[in-house]
């Protein structure tokens, strides 16, 4: 029995990846995506400084993905998609800028964590810029600025009629939408707690 448990434990262990955009670092992957795509659930992606040219797409994985700092990890998207697509997963984010995508972040069915995370930049979603929660999805965002999205609605966030949001000492700023709502959509639930919106732009209702 004791060789047994041996044999199986170690296994369900959660382990560390790394990745760094430099091929000379030494570090498991060069690539996100790569990384994300041979994680098992519980597994933290470390992510050195650098600038990654990629859209990531997390699906059915619970995983963490740590940035060395959100001043020097920048994920840098395209107007494909959204530069982080999360679909029925538990997903923690730290210390990540996130950029360019047509979204910033996208959550279908999942939970989010963000901590000393940027989402700027992104934008041509119907509704969303910076950030989207759709499916019932949840998110916790603390310590995070959400900045110079743009969307139809929502320029800064949207939260679907199912989704839930709280927002905790972070900052919604200079989001625009030609819609409603230039930093946030919510036809779900949001708590703000010791965040700002502000200098937010709409050219229907709601800056």
């Known amino acids: 029995m ?29 690539s ?17 400084a650098g600038t990654y040219l990629e859209n990531v797409a997390i699906d059915a994985k619970d995983v963490t993905l740590q940035g060395a700092d959100s001043t020097t990890v920048a994920i840098v998207g395209d107007a494909s998609s959204a530069t982080l697509s999360i679909q029925d997963a538990e997903v923690s984010l730290a210390q990540i800028t996130f ?3 047509k979204r ?31 499916e019932g999805s949840q998110a916790t965002i603390q310590n995070s ?11 800064g966030m949207y939260l679907a009629s199912d989704a839930t949001a709280v927002v905790q000492d972070s900052n919604i700023s200079s989001n ?5 709502g230039g930093g946030v959509v919510s036809e ?3 708590t703000l707690t010791r965040s700002s919106l502000n200098s937010n732009v709409a050219d229907g209702d709601g800056g």
Not at 145 to 155: F, L, M, P, T
Not at 176 to 180: D, F, K, L
């Open 145 to 155: 600025v959400i900045q110079y999205n743009s969307a139809g609605d929502g320029g």
């Open 99 to 101: 950029l360019d995508g």
């Open 32 to 48: 996100i995506q790569d990384a994300v795509d041979a994680s098992s659930d519980d597994d933290v992606i470390d992510i050195a």
């Open 188 to 190: 779900g639930t949001l």
């Open 2 to 30: 004791s060789a047994l448990l041996l044999l199986i434990i170690p296994s369900a262990l959660a382990a560390t990846l790394t990745v760094d955009a430099d091929p000379d670092a030494g570090a498991d992957y060069t």
């Open 104 to 134: 910033g972040i996208v959550a279908r069915s999942s939970t989010v964590v963000t901590d000393g995370v940027i989402i700027q930049n992104n934008g041509g979603a119907t509704n969303g810029g910076g950030m989207a929660l759709l």
């Open 176 to 180: 625009t939408a030609t819609g409603n």
